[in-house]
């Protein structure tokens, strides 16, 4: 037995993978564990977890595989700050630091902190280093449904390169090409993210989210002047509007003159029309951007298979118009494509490329990502232990009873709390800690939004369909078990709309009926897609069916089982903390089922306060 | 001291020898600023001059 630990960790979202003889049996990210959001941490609670997922301590691992190498970024930040010198001192000054006491030594740094886990040790000779985007490139081909394909990766930056295309053939992985930094495309979105007033690095899909409420007015703009886009996708960044490479901000006051407003304050400044606009052109370029590239990919290597990883293929809008373009007849995007994801993308570099090991030929339409259930269950006797000693009150339902109470449940309009075995690796809820609603209620998006998420009223939520009824519903025909697809509502769903209602501007439109299902269809009738499908979640798919049958629609909401900046769920005590902080009226934690009403009130924290806006 | 041989080869494999009077006056600095915990460096610097 050959056992790989992964790890991401020091920039954001920290995560560990397991991987045992080529297998992935494990993985989770580290914030699940402390609360945290985005914790870059090491990942000290998520490897003891992947490691006891497999009844493994650490001396069992025969290979520690780090997703970076942080002498290739040290060269490049000190080439960044040298060619800009001596404007960047500032930032300098706060980085160097961190980096002599720290960073610098990471291998070392690594060592010690996994020796910390009182599990045995690794030696130094053990301990490898994947460079960033090679790692995002194998968590894309590595465990891709493919024995051959184009492996395009897209983020802010990693040591240099900020896109990168790579050939993947059996076990052999090639990067062939990259745009380095400071051009890249997923800076240039956090910049627009930056500039609209959202967090850099979790806004990114408020800013996606916005972008069909307003129009491209400025796509133009931002091409003729922030981006030089040649013909086959690869680009390059006017640095004169940009402040990323030296300052503390991302954009500068150029940047605000060249859009006529300055950096929108989220404490004192109301959205507006201006910035939907803003959210739109950034969308529209970024769209464009990569539909360059597949199409140049595509007839470059005749090859019809594309895998995508990188932050940037987090952008399910643009993967929807991607898939939709056909440049590839087959698509598979990591469902941990940001930073955590590097943590499998190591492992599996190590596997293969490392050592070298073969890998087993694909089965068609099967993934090796297990429907990314790969974090920790409960069995249920523990469940009622841990809900027991939370001072919860429940009842232990059987099989049966549970689906169809809670289908009860969503029929009468309940957000209903799913907690359902084992946790999903990446930033997405895929019925494992979800929270549910009816589809076709048209007040759900507007209660979820503001009484349960306790987030913007303009978010839009995603569905779950049956894998078997999607085309009934939407114009797609194709898996999307990790929700990182696009595409609009069937027009035989829609609401036509009045002429009056076609004027509303913007957020007005938020309150229009637009279909069948409003709860999920955003204002320009997409909706971000999760197939659910038999094999990898059958209690969810059961679920589902019975709501199905009740009512005729095989759809239900689903959204992370979280609050505005708090990491999802992880244990049933994590669940009852937020069920009972929010307006969540019902809550399934394996077969345990919670009713609001009958919950002692004194239990309830201030849960919206808790956590800072992300 | 492994540190510093696999530092060594990094500059090597990048042929970015450059870099190396940046970073031993920056390793120097910086052990300077651990060693004397931030506070007491200003007195250290008074007697340089």
Known sequence: MTAILGISSYYHDSAAALLIDGELVAAAQEERFTRKKHDARFPENAISYVLQEAGLQLSDVDHVAFYDKPFLKFERLLETYVANAPKGFGSFRIAMPVWLREKLFQKSLLLKELKKLGQGTIKPENLLFAEHHYSHAASAYYPSPFDEAVVLTLDGVGEWATTTVAIGKGENLEILKEIHFPHSLGLLYSAFTYYTGFKVNSGEYKVMGLAPYGEPRFKNLILDKLVDLKEDGSYRLDQSYFNYSTGLTMTNDKFSDLFGAPVRKPETDRLEQFHMDIAASVQAVTEEIVLRLTRSLAKEYDIPNLCMAGGVALNCVANGKVLRDQSFQNIWIQPAAGDAGGSVGAAYAAWHGELGNPRKAAQPGKDRMKGSYLGPVFEQADIEKRLSEAGAVFSTLSEDEVISKTVDALEDGKAVGWFNGRMEFGPRALGGRSILGDPRSETMQRTLNLKVKYRESFRPFAPSVLREDVSEWFDFDEDSPYMLMVDTVKPEHRREMTAEENELFGIEKLNVKRSDIPAITHVDYSARIQTVHEDTNPRYHQLISAFKQRTGCPIVVNTSFNVRGEPIVCTPEDAFRCFMGTDIEYLVVGNSVLMKEEQDPKLAEDYKQKYELD | ?49
Do not use: C, D, N
Request: proline share 4%.
């Open chain 2, 1 to 49: 001291m492994s540190f510093f041989s696999e530092l060594w080869t990094f500059m090597r494999v990048r042929k970015k020898f450059w870099l190396l009077p940046i970073l031993v006056v920056m390793v120097i600095f910086g052990g300077l600023i651990v060693l004397t915990q931030g506070s007491a460096v200003a007195p250290f610097i008074y007697t340089l001059f």
